[in-house]
């Protein structure tokens, strides 16, 4: 009786995997940007490392200001 239920378990978990994998085969966005997406983006994380620098700390804010400048010039050179 074991063998039944985990074939059945087996069946609807290989089943959810190919319907998860085929839906993320056309579910993907583009991975073309502008420069001005590059640039909004730039300009809604700078707003939240000011955020964090008001609540954080100085230290806060220059951890997340260098990460914003790293995807920018992230963004510029692979998806700009």
């Known amino acids: 009786m074991k ?7 087996n069946r609807i978990l290989i089943g959810t995997l190919v319907l ?3 839906m993320g085969g056309f579910a993907t966005p583009s991975l073309h940007a502008s420069l001005a997406d590059c640039e909004k983006a ?3 994380c700078g707003a ?4 964090a620098g008001l609540t954080g700390g100085p230290l806060a804010f220059a951890l997340w200001s260098s990460g914003c400048l790293m995807g920018y010039d992230f963004c510029m050179r692979y998806y700009g």
Request: hydrophobic content about 55%.
């Open 20 to 22: 998860v994998l085929l």
């Open 42 to 44: 730039l300009a809604r």
């Open 48 to 51: 939240d490392a000011v955020i």
């Open 3 to 9: 063998k039944i239920h985990t074939n059945k378990r």
